[in-house]
T-cell receptor
């Protein structure tokens, strides 16, 4: 039933590690997004893919790399994790970039 | 660049009180405007939207009117319930160029019984 799902829900890891967050949508949408929500609740777009093609790539460290194996999945891989990467990461999808975005429940990443 | 400014929270109200959460924006042209709601432990859900000047978006008793002259999109509800306690985000999406949403900082609403 879940429209946009993310795994894991919580991720606690040490500085310097590499980790991935997975996102899947079963809505048949063509466009997917990753947002970062910091401790002050600011939400900022990181990446967007449309039909597996990268269309938005904000100024994020190149330690962050999105990977879209197919239209239903957009995973976020983070290398060499830093303390400042601690945040809640939200995946979202929409039929196209002009349509309503549906958000996943978020992944809370804590870097120790 | 585009930006959205929301009133600082938290906003604490008693049940059945009137709610206003202010939102103003800066953007080139006429963006689409949105209110999203985030309930505790959940992702964001679209609450309402307006795509052109003087449009009124409404849903679940909430309303917001797109005011071009004041570049505002204030959220209102006549009588809040405890279940409305959440964080509310104002957002815009430009008409041209990069179509990503730009969010405000969010306003936490706490409704007490």
């Amino acid at each position: 039933d879940t429209a946009v799902s993310q795994t894991p829900k919580y991720l606690v890891t040490q500085m310097g590690n590499d980790k991935s967050i997975k996102c899947e949508q079963n809505l048949g949408h063509d466009t997917m997004y990753w947002y970062k929500q910091d401790s002050k609740k600011f939400l900022k777009i990181m990446f967007s893919y449309n039909n597996k093609e990268l269309i938005i790539n904000e100024t994020v460290p190149n330690r962050f790399s999105p990977k879209s194996p197919d239209k239903a999945h957009l995973n976020l891989h983070i290398n060499s994790l830093e303390l400042g990467d601690s945040a809640v990461y939200f995946c979202a999808s929409s039929q196209d970039p002009m349509d309503e975005q549906f958000f996943g429940p978020g992944t809370r990443l804590t870097v120790l | 660049g585009n930006s959205v400014t929301q009133m600082e929270g938290p906003v604490t109200l008693s049940e059945e009180a009137f709610l206003t959460i202010n939102c103003t924006y800066t953007a080139t042209g006429y963006p689409s405007l949105f209110w999203y709601v985030q309930y505790p432990g959940e992702g964001l859900q679209l609450l309402l939207k307006a795509t052109k000047a003087d449009d009124k978006g409404s849903n679940k008793g909430f309303e917001a009117t797109y005011r071009k002259e004041t570049t505002s999109f204030h959220l209102e509800k006549g009588s809040v319930q405890v279940s409305d306690s959440a964080v509310y985000f104002c957002a815009l999406r430009p008409l041209t160029g990069r179509r990503a949403l730009t969010f405000g900082s969010g306003t936490r609403l706490q409704v007490q019984p």
